[in-house]
Antibody, heavy 122, light 107 residues
Framework: EVHLLQSGAEVKKPGESLRISCKAS????????IGWVRQMPGKGLEWMGI????????RYSPSFQGQVTFSVDKSINTAYMQWSGLKASDTAMYYC???????????????WGQGTMVTVSS | DIQMTQSPSTLSAFVGDRVTITCRAG??????LAWYQQRPGKAPKLLIS???SLESGVPSRFSGSGSGTDFTLTISSLQAEDFATYYC?????????FGQGTKLEIK
């Protein structure tokens, strides 16, 4: 069964750094892209970008370029998103999701992680 | 960026009603459109891809149509479990933006 397991909820202070993870199982990690989606409290879904598990090719939404960094560790089938200086406005639920077709970043997300809630507060 | 605009933002309906949600793209996206359902506290779930292809396991009361810039999601006979928020998303060229969502409420 294809599954994405995200790391647990985080509570951080403004200015702190953070890395959250998304561990894939049940498919060939290096053959698929993984995407990241933000959902601020009470708001809609925002596409942040995608990263390819095979070679770390990355596409960021202009809205998030320079705000976050995606990475992967192929040896453990895990994708990461990190911040170097969190802001209160980064408080949100973050989902990882897999596009349905291997090798294609431009396909619908058919598998989703359970989400990681990030709270940034002083 | 291609902006996606959904209407209405909120929709109130009765169980058994037929409802339609509209999604408009800022430029032609062919049929590169997906619809998702999100229940409170849950991750989104893919309902329809390629504008009209129903995902396996999704009830046949859900249907999608459209191409180019105008798309619709129709639920033919609302069931209690359908009250949720629905999002469209294009995947024509990145960034693959979502619409702002349509919250479907029980009347």
């Amino acid at each position: 069964e294809v599954h994405l397991l995200q790391s647990g909820a985080e509570v951080k202070k403004p200015g702190e750094s953070l890395r959250i993870s998304c561990k894939a199982s049940g498919y060939s990690f290096t053959s698929y892209w993984i995407g990241w989606v933000r959902q601020m409290p009470g708001k809609g879904l925002e596409w942040m970008g995608i990263i390819y598990g095979g070679d770390s090719d990355t596409r960021y939404s202009p809205s998030f370029q320079g705000q976050v960094t995606f990475s992967v560790d192929k040896s453990i089938n895990t994708a990461y998103m990190q911040w170097s200086g969190l802001k209160a406005s980064d408080t949100a639920m973050y989902y990882c999701a897999r596009p349905r077709f291997q090798g294609m970043g431009n396909s619908a997300f058919d598998v989703w992680g359970q989400g990681t809630m990030v709270t940034v507060s002083s | 960026d291609i902006q996606m605009t959904q209407s209405p933002s909120t929709l109130s309906a009765f169980v058994g009603d037929r409802v339609t949600i509209t999604c408009r793209a800022g430029q032609s996206i062919g049929s590169w459109l997906a619809w998702y359902q999100q229940r409170p506290g849950k991750a989104p779930k893919l309902l329809i891809s390629k504008a009209s292809s129903l995902e396996s396991g999704v009830p046949s009361r859900f249907s999608g149509s459209g191409s180019g810039t105008d798309f619709t999601l129709t639920i033919s006979s609302l069931q209690a479990e359908d009250f949720a928020t629905y999002y469209c998303q294009h995947y024509y060229t990145d960034p693959f933006n979502f619409g702002q969502g349509t919250k479907l409420e029980i009347k």
